[in-house]
């Protein structure tokens, strides 16, 4: 075991750690008592090994032998196997047993044998005959592996199976806190699940977890592993972390792969090599084992080409078999292994491996099922799979658990159950129990840390509780309050909403409120960044005014449910009808206290109409969230207008903006705003054109022009941008500050914005707009140095308008991904 003193040095990094591991349960998506199962004599368990040498053989299928729906497994890494035995056939049965490049055999195997050694003798496939032709026979035979993929796709829409997933993460003894006696690893985390799937083609999936378990320190919610078809070489694309890699069953395979015949045209079974035909390409290549009569896949063996970019330059090996359910080609066990070591700044850099196991069985493709499945998140667990069913993980057992796998799941709940015996320093015991808190303040019941503590130049300190929790599977209520010692004023908010059908796509809700209130986009640079540039720089970024009155609306969202942020899921497209009644008055400016500016004088404050204001409206997502932005071709909208009776005025903004790829490793993003006001538009309606802030930039903002420089009653914005890629794949892959691969974006943005005629004479407001400047209009062009240490950005940036010489500023943001 390490010593005490070692232990301490990195109980932060182990911390770390466990939120890594949780995050890539996510991404790709108990105790040890229930380790050793109940009814053992169900069934039938033994090794399958290499008749030559002895050595064990992994990813071996075994098969209850039998017509219909028979049971089936895989051995794991030390060739061992478990295959559950249906009562008709515990007393005695047959098993088949096969592996590309193996004779298949079949064996007598009854319920209870449990020492079964099974001994496979390799059979050698033929190399092909030297002849001469324009083409490889690989090509043909993959013409028609392809040609059947697509009559499959035209003919096959929906269908569902069982899966059981395992995901296993081990990392040096050092990061794991204690040793496993095997060398310099050791298991961290494990985490398996039960789950049935439903597909529907193209791109719907669900998943609904049945049964998981997980060692102690993984939280069960966060064990949503349930990787199926969705992981499928197969298909036209594989993603893992967000990449997205070609497969050599893609569309254009043909055109993007060269596939070379390693056995002789004559076998069944052969062997093809498929190699990306430029290492720019984005793509998985490695060796096939096509059934060459029936015209399908039976195993692959997968690596990805250089310009794969995973985090800290992962390594990552694909293997996978397929089965065939009704004449459907689908996948039945997938091995995904993945590698690395996590330098961060030579401070941090544990190592790491991923192994994830799944098996997918009992395939249906007949039976229809309701697409409303979809309308959940992609995954879901039954309430029932919190509470460890030992017969059902015996019965239904795929993958027993391998030695050092059972003594993981004992240590790591004795170390959970005894934290101190890790030891910790007093910053380390404060620092994390703050981490602790500001987590479970960012959790349901709580709304968020912003809600707790915030900072700016209208209340100074805030200080105040927030609440966010759904009492019953209908109904959402949010509270919040606080108060502002600087302008000495109480704030409130209270809200709720109710679904209205069963699937959650109708709502109706109601808020009543005392707020501060901003007029720019509080989904741009948020409270969060706000409290932060304000307490170091005296910068905010903001423009308030107080509003106190109640809103109701009515909205349908539809789409899969997709996570937005602290634990909560949203629907990507939705619309929503309101009215809303307010009283507005001007929040006045305060000098405050900064780190860095100590007393710095505050940017004033724009003043609004102190008026009532009622108004309706209508709010459109369309593969959008406000506060977040969730795919790479969205559009958002928002119109208001004044109610009958009120002093006329309506007011329309939208954002659109999608991705398209240029060439293989290219893309290019272009995002367009626009707004506009008719009538007696009040100032607190204005637009003003988003910027950065004390250096930082958020999405798409113009980088060096000042906090709120421009205003306008309509404006218009433009940004457009070309990612570059790593120009030459695998050559700036720095260890401990690029290892994912430096990439470079150029960019170039335009704004611009005015006063209508109207709006002047009636408020007589002395804002700027970029109408009354020399050029009309502002612009900038830059150069990014894009996914520094993984999650950063640097822009070198150029303003070109409204100075007598180029201005240059160097910003910060978000990598872009």
């Not at 720095?734 to 209508?756: D, H």
């Amino acid at each position: 075991m390490l010593r005490p003193t070692l232990k301490r040095s990195f109980v932060s990094g182990r911390r770390a750690l466990v939120m890594l591991v949780v995050l890539i349960a996510l991404a790709l998506s108990v105790a040890a008592q229930g380790v050793e199962a109940q009814e053992r004599s169900s069934r039938c368990a033994g090794r399958v090994v290499d008749s030559g040498t002895g050595e064990p053989l992994r990813f071996v299928t075994i098969r209850l032998l039998g017509s219909g729906r028979v049971p089936s497994t895989i051995s794991d890494r030390e060739g061992r196997f478990v295959l559950p035995m249906p009562r008709e056939h515990r007393a005695a049965a047959r098993i088949v047993v096969s592996l590309i490049g193996y004779r298949s055999d079949t064996v007598a195997c009854a319920a209870g044998d449990t020492a079964i050694e099974i001994r496979l003798e390799e059979s050698a496939l033929r190399t092909p005959e030297v002849v001469v032709t324009s083409e490889d026979p690989a090509v043909q035979i993959m013409r028609e592996v392809l040609k059947r993929k697509q009559q499959q796709l035209a003919s096959l829409q929906q269908y569902s199976h069982m899966l059981y997933t395992k995901l296993v993460i081990t990392t040096d003894t050092t990061t794991a806190m204690r040793s496993s006696g095997r060398g310099d690893t050791s298991v961290f985390s494990i985490l398996e699940t039960y789950s049935r799937g439903y597909v529907e083609l193209p791109d719907r999936f669900f998943n609904e977890i049945i049964q998981r378990r997980q060692t102690a320190n993984i939280p069960p919610q966060a064990n949503i592993v349930a990787i199926g078809t969705t992981l499928n070489t197969y298909d036209d694309e594989l993603t893992v972390i967000g990449e997205r890699m070609l497969t050599p069953f893609s569309e254009d395979a043909l055109d993007d792969y060269h596939f070379v015949l390693e056995t002789s045209a004559e076998d069944s079974v052969v062997r093809i090599r498929a190699t990306a035909r430029t290492d720019r390409l984005k793509a998985l290549q490695g060796t096939l084992f096509i059934n060459r009569i029936e015209h399908r896949p039976l195993e692959v063996r997968l690596v990805p080409t250089p310009a794969v970019n995973l985090p800290f330059d992962a390594s990552l090996t694909v293997r996978q078999t397929f089965t065939v359910a009704d004449s459907i080609v689908v996948p039945e066990a997938l091995w995904l292994s993945s590698s690395l070591t996590a330098s961060v700044l030579f401070v941090f850099a544990p190592r790491l491996d991923v192994e994830l196991t799944t098996f997918c069985y009992d395939y249906d493709v007949r039976t229809p099922f309701s697409t409303d499945v979809f309308d959940q998140r992609r995954v879901e667990a039954l309430s029932s799979a919190e509470t460890f069913d030992s017969v059902f993980w015996d019965v239904n057992e795929k993958l027993p658990l391998r030695r050092e796998e059972v003594r993981a799941y004992q240590e790591i709940q004795l170390l959970r159950d005894n934290p101190d015996s890790a030891g910790s320093t007093l910053l380390e015991g404060i620092f994390g129990e703050l981490a602790v808190l500001a987590n479970r303040l960012n959790r349901e019941p709580f709304s968020t840390t912003d809600d707790v503590f915030r900072y700016n130049r209208i209340h100074g300190v805030y200080l105040g509780m927030g609440l966010w929790f759904r009492p019953d599977t209908a109904v959402e209520l949010r509270f919040r309050a606080g108060y502002g010692v600087q302008d000495q004023r109480w704030y409130g908010f209270a809200g709720g909403r109710y679904f209205l059908d069963r699937s959650q796509l109708w709502s109706v809700d109601a808020n009543l409120y005392s707020e501060l209130v901003r007029r720019d986009n509080p989904f741009g640079v948020r409270r969060s960044l706000i409290t932060a540039t304000t307490l170091l720089f005296g910068n905010d970024y903001g423009d308030y005014y107080y509003a106190d009155g109640w809103e109701a609306g009515a909205s349908y969202a539809w789409g899969q449910l997709r996570f937005i942020q602290n634990g909560r899921f949203g629907r990507p497209n939705s619309i929503r009808a309101f009215v809303r009644s307010e009283r507005h008055a001007t929040a006045g400016s305060h000098d405050v206290w900064s780190a860095f500016g100590r007393s710095t004088t505050a940017r004033d404050n724009p003043a609004v109409e102190d008026r009532s204001l009622s108004t309706m409206g209508v709010e459109l997502f369309l593969h959008d969230r406000p506060e977040r932005r969730i795919s790479r071709t969205g559009l958002s909208l928002a119109a208001e207008t004044a109610i009958p009776g009120e002093p006329s005025f309506s007011r329309l903004d939208a954002t659109g903006f999608f991705r398209v790829p240029t060439l293989p490793l290219f893309t290019l993003d272009v995002q367009g705003s626009i707004g506009w006001t008719w009538g007696d538009v009040p100032p607190q309606k204005f637009f003003s054109l988003e910027s950065a802030v004390s250096g930082i930039t958020v999405g798409s903002a113009f980088r060096v022009m000042q906090v709120k420089e421009f205003y306008g009653d309509r404006y218009a914005a433009l940004s457009v941008s070309h990612n570059w890629g790593e120009v030459i794949p695998g050559l700036l892959r720095i260890p401990n500050v690029a290892s994912f691969g430096i990439e470079f974006i150029t960019f170039g943005s335009v704004g611009w914005t005015q006063f209508s005629p109207r709006t002047l004479a009636r408020t007589a407001t002395t804002l700027p707009s970029t109408a009354t400047t020399r050029q009309g209009a502002y612009y900038e062009v830059g150069l990014g140095i894009n996914r520094l240490l993984l999650f950063f950005r640097t822009d070198v940036n150029v303003r070109l308008s409204q100075v007598d010489q180029p201005q240059w500023r160097l910003t910060i943001t978000g990598a872009t991904f």
